[in-house]
Nanobody
């Protein structure tokens, strides 16, 4: 029900935009988050966004560099990643959690649905 795309290889300082298409059921009752996981590391919160208001919040490591947006007509959320660093290399996952627990957006256990992940590799 969540399909990510847009990963790839980019040089440090470059940009990438990830997309996550959601089914209609998820669109209506959930908010969307992005997480990432580098080899050997815990899964890390990247950001979250509400479909309705578009309000978003971000993890400390990406604030000021990454921006989330959504296109409600396409049931798609985006993660625009700028000023990429080698430390951003990871598999990026989009996920969906119930609207009612948006205050728990940082917690991966709040999310009911997960995409398959897309690999982002940043070379130095």
């Amino acid at each position: 029900q969540l399909v990510e795309s847009g990963g790839g290889l980019v040089q440090a300082g470059g940009s990438l935009r990830l997309s996550c298409a959601a089914s209609g059921r998820i669109f209506s009752t959930y908010f969307m988050g992005w997480f990432r996981q580098a080899p050997g590391n815990e899964r890390e919160f990247v950001g979250a966004i509400r479909w309705g208001s578009g309000s978003s919040l971000y993890g400390d490591s990406v604030k000021g560099r990454f921006t989330m947006s959504r296109d409600n007509a396409k049931n798609t959320v985006y993660l625009q990643m700028n000023s990429l660093e080698p430390g951003d290399t990871a598999v990026y996952y989009c996920a969906a959690a119930p609207q009612a627990i948006y205050t728990s957006a940082f917690n991966q256990d709040a999310y009911h649905y997960w995409g398959q992940g897309t690999l982002v590799t940043v070379s130095s």
